[in-house]
C-alpha cells in the first residue's frame, strides 16, 4: 500500500465537493456521525438526497457563503492506496491556493461540466497543474446526466481538450465521463448509464496510476537540517546529519561532496533511529555518517562525488505571488529552499505568464497576487538549485516577507546561472 | 534499476520526521505537547527515530486538567522516566487559583476550555516559540484546513485567513517574538494509521486504551466515565461497561465506546466496523455547536 496526493480543481459548481463526497462515501469512509451532522443542517441538494458537497465545505464562512474558501485536506483508503486529497477552490482570486495543494500532489483531477465544456478555469487550472510539474491529469467530465449521458457531448469536450493540452508538460492524462451526482464512473462503473465508456471508473483509475516512478531515484540530494551530537559517554564522537533523501539513493560507501563547502567524504553509515539501513532513497528521512570530520551545518546539502551538483546565486524562476502587495523588481525578500533561507532580491521581471493561455506578456513592472511570472533572482548566498522540471523536489522555493513573514510567493526555478 | 517501494506508513513517518528536524532547526524554544494520549505518544516515538542517539531538542510539557485519567499520568511517568527526557507539568489548577478563574459549572462542565490558559501561560513561562502537538486533519472539519506550521499570534488565536500557504515540504517557521508556531507532525495520518503505526512500532499504550470494566454515566447516548470531577444529576444513573478510549483527554470530556478489543489487532478490527469517527464517537465538547471546534481554535485551543 503507498499514497497517492492528488487535487481536485474545477470552476465554482462544476461539482467538486460533491466529488470528493461521493468519493468518501461510496468507499465508505464516511462515519454515521458526519453524515448525521449534515442531515441534521437540513440542506438537500435538487434531488432531496443529502447534500455530499457538505462534508468538505468546512468553515463557517464557507458555509454561509456557500463556497470553497481556503485548501482543504481530506483522507480516504482503499485496500490498493492511502488518498490525501487537497481540495483548492475555483475561484480566480485563489489561484494561490491551487498552487499550493498542486505543489505536494502527483495527480490532478479536473472536473468540466459536460453541458458547458472547456472553460477559461478549465484551461487555467491544467495550466496551473502543468506549471507545478503534476505528471498526471485526470479530466472528469461531470454531469453526464444532465446531458442525457451523451457519447457525442462527451467526444466533443475530450477532442477540445486535447487541442488545448498539447501545451501542457503533463506526463500522461486520462479522461473519464462521470456524474458525482448519481455516482455513475466514481466508484462504480456506468454499464447502465455510459454502455459506449469502456475505460476505468474514477477510483479504479487512482488506484493504478503508477506514482512510484514519480519519485527522482537519479539525482541525489540530501538537505541536512540538524546535526545529532550526543556527546555521551556512549557515543562520544558520534556526529549524524539528519534530512530527508529528497532525491535520489544513498548506501554506505558512496563517495559524496558536501556542498556549498565543496568537501569530499564517504557514507560510513545510513542510520534511523539508531538502526542501521542498507540503502536510503527518496523520499525516506534518515541519519548519515560519514567516514571523515567534515564541518557541516544545517542547510548545508550532501550530495554523491560524481554529481558535480555547483552552487549558484543567479537564476531565473516562475513565481506565483501570493500577497495582496504586488512584487516590483528591485525587491528584497527572504528565500528558503529546503532547509537554506538566504536574503534576495528578485532584480527583474521577463514576463508575466497567462495562465489562461500560456502565453507571455512582456512589459510587466510588477507582480499582482495570483499573477504568474518569470523573473531573475539574484540570492545574497548561494544556493544548490536544480531546475523544477528536472528534479520537482529541490526545484521549488517559497519567498517570505522580511518584516511581516509571511509567505509571499512560490518560486519554481527554470534557469541556472553558474 | 531496482525498484524502491515504500510503504505508506514509512512515508508518513517520513513526514514527520521531516517536520520535527524542522522544528529543531528553525526554533530556539521548541516543545512537544504530550498529552497522554495515543496520538502525543505517536510523536515521542517519532521524535526518538528523528533525534536518537541523541536527545530530544525539546522538553515534554504537559497541560494537566487535574481531571485527566490516572492511568494516562502514570503512564506519562514513566514514559518519560525511560526516555530520560525532560518532562514539564503544569496544572490547569493553579492557573485557576492563581487567576481567581470560574470553574465551568453544569452538566458539561469541562476545563477543557481552561486549558488553553495554562498552556499560553505555560508558552510565556518558558518562551516557547513552537509547540508541536499531535492534531490530525481527519479529526475535524476545522482542522481539514489547518497548516503543519500553524501561526498564532500572542494570544494563541488562529484566524484561517491569516495562515500561510504552505507549499511543496518547505514551512515558514518565522515569527515576531511574542507570536508561536503550532506544528503537526501527523496531520496527513488519519486515526487508523496511527493505530497501524502503534502495532507495527510495538508501542505499549496506556491500559484504558484496551477493553476494561468500568463504572459509567449515559450522557447523550454516550458513556462518560464515572469520577468525582463529572457533573451529577439526581437522575444519573451509573452502569457497569465492557469500555475502551479511542482518545485519552480530560475524564469530563472524553467518552468510552464499549469494546470488547483486548489488544491492539482487536482494536483496529473494531475501528474499521465503526461508523462513528472518533472525535463524533468521543467528545461531547464538539456536539454543542457545529462550529465548536473552529471557535475553540480561534481562541488559541490547540
Ligand atoms: N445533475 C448533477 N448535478 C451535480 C453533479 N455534480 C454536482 N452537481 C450539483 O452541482 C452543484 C454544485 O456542486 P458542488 O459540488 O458544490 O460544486 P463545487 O463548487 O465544484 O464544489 C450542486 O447543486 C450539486 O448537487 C452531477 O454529476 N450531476
Ligand atoms: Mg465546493
Redesign the pocket.
Known sequence: MDILRFI?A?????????????LLYDTKQIFADQLEAIESSGRL???GQV???LL??GLKAEREQ???IDVAYKYFSTEKRKFIIA?A??HIQYTRNMVTGASNSNLSII?VD?RKGVQEQTRRHSIISSLLGIPHLVICI?????VGYEEQVYNQIVEDYKQFAKKLRAKEITFIP?????G?NIVEGSELTMPWYKGPSLLEHLEQVPVSQDFNLEDARFPVQYVIRPLTAEHHDYRGYAGKVISGTYKAGDKVTVQPSGQTSTIKSVELGGQVLEEAFAPMSVVLQLEDDVDISRGDMIVKAAENLEVAQEFEAEVCWMHNKALKPGAKLLLRHNSTETRCVVRNIDYKIDINTLDHLEDVDQIQLNDICRVQIKAASPLLLDKYADNRANGGFILVDETSFATVGAGMVAEIEY | MTKRYLDYLDQLEAEAIHIMREVAGQFEKPALLFSGGKDSITLVRLAEKAFRPGKFPFPLVHIDTGHNFPEAIRYRDELAERLGEKLIVRNVEDTIKRKSLSEPKGRYASRNALQTHTLLETIEEFGFDACIGGARRDEEKARAKERIFSVRDEFGQWDPKRQRPELWNIYNGRVHKGENVRVFPISNWTELDVWNYIKREEIELPNIYYTHERECLVRDGKLMAWSDFIFQEPDDVVVKKQVRFRTVGDMTCTAAVESIAHDIDGVIAEILESKISERGATRIDDKLSETAMEDRKKGGYF
Open positions: 481536485t474545477g470552476n465554482v459548481d462544476d461539482g467538486k465537493s460533491t466529488l470528493i463526497g461521493r441538494n435538487e434531488d447534500d455530499l458537497s468538505t465545505d456557500g463556497i470553497t481540495d477552490p475555483g472536473l459536460a461531470n454531469k453526464m446526466d444532465l462521470v456524474s458525482a451526482l448519481k455513475d
